[in-house]
């Protein structure tokens, strides 16, 4: 007798049910599928009891006469492909003709349609795989799928189901996802009779704001348009990125969509995070939506039973174009941030800075040891209004200048541990003193203020510099604006063939462990290329001559020691084989040991110096490790605060 037995229709369809459906928000993924292939253009879901007691999906597409339904019933019965040719071409949501009979198989299922055109509809009711009636009835064109009971005939199934908040919350990011993969579609979702979701059709331009809505994004948040853009295969690329530092109140994911068709691609996710490299804070994910659109021919869709994964025939050049748009729209991004806090047009004067702006960090002023620094402003709590200060901004401030020829001989000259900035850059000899600011008056102030010029009224807790503009107060990392611009001083001196270096003056002798002395020889180029001189001395020594300049007041067993770290954690972790990923991990460790500190006092001219050098930079809204680098906060919000609206 034959071992081998050709299963009974049911247990095959509840075999492949476990494949298909694995939770209520399979099954609405399944039939919203099938509603957006009938042409739908709106959409309505219910949805009882997390979904396990109720889903009724209402579409007004084609709909099916008596026998389509019937059809529809049967294992791989379906309208979207007639022979092998179209396999290689699909451009449907669904193909294999499996979820409906899946559904009906572990359900109680009904449906009722009428196609245009007909007078009648037809319903068909099932009831765990077995059809129980069918009969004529007048409804709506459209199509209305109604399941109950879910898993009611495989209790063990029913059991593996999670909390209803979690399976709910599956419902509505399928929804969410379809939402956003067709703007074009009216979608409308209650959840035991209370409305969750409504989103009308876009019409023109009215997807970025789709997004905000459907992600719970502050409305007034600018996003970064990714494209679009394209390559000679037909690839294209298009989307919105939300800022990296800002998170909405839904879960913070990229939503990928192939040819219209949501998926779970790890080659664009990671396509993604390498163009917000430098921007995006470690272990971050990017959020927004991406849209890939390509020949069907150059991408494979039958590859998951869930049709959640895919495969693309060329991913490479898919994954490199997805880089470089990604790359684009942070830079195009840039401009529009830029626009935005510092108004259109922005320029060095936008901060009044009245010292001549030179090439940075130059531009920076330092003291010479002759002249001592002023005091950080303090408050004039006595309310009268000294002669030695002229009226407007400094009527609210007392600046003082202490006389060096009465300062302690041993007390530091500059207090508080501040150090000149132009020296902490390594530069020497530092240039002549730059002369004194003049304080704005009154009515240069308003000039300011009506030219959309932004005016620096001090550092809070050493660390921020606040600027006072027409649109309202803008606060500005120190460390982390310096740190992005030596950075991308560092990147382009590198990728222009070496980093400038400073010759130390007393060379300094290290002893080198075995490992560093392999990264050493291993390295030796690209070490040099960084501005770094090292040379064997004897046996384990080695004698560092040269650092890169810009890191000049950084202990240089530091830098070398920083340099030896980097290569040595990335030949072990992800960046192994990357080797811009680790160029741009040292050249970040370097930029962020050589910038201003945090909790250091500047000057009102060194702060509006930086200013003006952040403001000419193309990148300046993060630093390289990702940390936000300016922040704005409008009149109008402010005005919120004390009630003032």
């Known amino acids: 007798m034959s071992q081998i037995r050709i299963l009974p229709e049911n247990l095959a369809n509840q075999i492949a049910a476990g494949e298909v459906v694995e939770r209520p928000a399979s099954v609405v993924k399944e039939l919203v599928e099938n509603s957006i292939d009938a042409g739908a253009a709106g959409l309505t879901v219910q949805v009882e009891g997390a979904g396990a007691s109720l889903i009724r999906v209402i579409d007004d597409g084609r709909g099916m006469d008596q026998d389509d339904i019937l059809l529809s019933l049967e294992r791989h019965a379906t309208s979207k492909l007639i022979n092998v040719a179209q396999l290689n071409e699909i451009m449907t949501l669904g193909f294999r003709g499996e979820a409906v009979p899946s559904i009906a198989s572990v359900s109680r ?39 109950r009971d879910l898993f009611g005939n495989v209790p063990a199934r029913k059991k593996f189901l999670k909390t209803p908040r979690t399976e709910l919350s599956h419902i509505e990011e399928v929804l969410r996802g379809y939402a956003l993969a067709r703007p074009e579609l009216a979608l409308d979702y209650f959840v035991n009779g209370r409305e969750i979701l409504a989103v009308p059709p876009v019409v023109g331009g009215g997807l970025e704001q789709r997004l905000k809505n459907l992600l719970g994004c502050d409305s007034r948040r600018s996003l970064a348009t990714v494209g679009p853009a394209s390559a000679e295969n037909g690839v294209k690329i298009s ?45 971050r994910r990017p959020t927004g939506v991406l849209f890939v659109d390509l020949p069907p021919a150059a991408v494979d869709v039958n590859v998951h039973p869930a049709k959640q994964e895919i495969r693309f025939h060329d991913g490479q050049v898919v994954h490199q174009l997805i880089v470089l748009t990604v790359g684009a729209a942070m830079e195009k991004f840039q401009a529009e941030l830029k626009g935005a806090v510092f108004g259109e047009g922005s320029a060095p004067e936008v901060f009044g800075a009245e010292l001549p702006v030179s090439a940075w960090p130059e531009a920076i002023p330092t003291l010479s040891g002759s002249e001592a620094r002023p005091e950080k402003p303090v408050l004039d709590h006595s309310g009268k209004k000294s002669a030695d200060h002229p009226a407007g901004f400094y009527d609210r401030i007392k600046s003082k200048r202490p006389d060096p020829a009465v300062a302690e001989p041993d007390q530091p000259r500059f207090g508080n541990g501040w150090e000149p900035v132009r020296e902490s850059l390594g530069h020497s000899p530092p240039i002549a003193p730059a002369p004194a600011s003049r304080p704005e008056t009154t009515e240069q102030s308003e000039q300011a203020l009506a030219a959309g010029r932004f005016r620096v009224i001090g550092q809070l807790l050493d660390t921020y510099i606040l600027c006072e503009g027409e649109e309202g107060l803008v606060a500005v990392d120190q460390h982390a604006a310096q740190e992005r611009l030596i950075f991308e001083r560092l990147k382009k001196e590198f990728g222009a063939g070496r980093v400038t270096g400073q010759t130390l003056l007393f060379p300094k002798t290290m002893e080198l462990g075995a490992e560093e002395i392999a990264i050493l020889e291993g390295s030796a180029e690209e070490i040099a290329r960084m501005g770094i001189d090292i040379r064997e001395f004897g046996g384990n020594t080695y004698v560092l001559k040269a650092v890169p300049a810009v890191m000049g007041r950084v202990p240089p067993e530091e830098i070398l020691r920083g340099v030896f770290d980097q290569f040595a954690g990335a030949a072990g972790g992800r960046d192994r084989g990357d080797a811009a990923r680790r160029l741009d991990n ?34 300046f809204s993060h630093c390289p490790h990702g940390r936000p680098v300016v922040r704005k906060f409008p009149v109008s919000e402010i005005k919120r605060w004390f009630h003032r609206t």
Request: proline share 4%.
């Open 239 to 283: 989307g919105f990125l939300l800022p990296p530092d800002y998170f909405p109140s839904q879960s913070a994911n990229l939503r990928a969509f192939v040819n219209g068709r949501p998926v779970r691609d790890r080659l664009i996710t990671h396509a993604v995070a390498e163009g917000l490299r430098n921007f995006l804070m470690k272990g």
């Open 109 to 147: 299922l009904s449906i009722t349609s009428r196609p245009l055109g007909a007078e009648l509809g037809a319903r068909v009711e099932v009831r765990f795989g077995k059809v129980v009636k069918v009969h004529e009835m007048g409804c709506r064109v459209g199509t209305v799928v109604e399941m």
């Open 586 to 619: 040292i050249l970040s460790g370097m930029a962020c040991k050589a910038a201003i500190k945090a909790r250091q006092s500047l000057s009102i001219a060194e702060m509006k110096s930086l200013l003006d050098e952040m403001v000419k930079n193309d990148v």
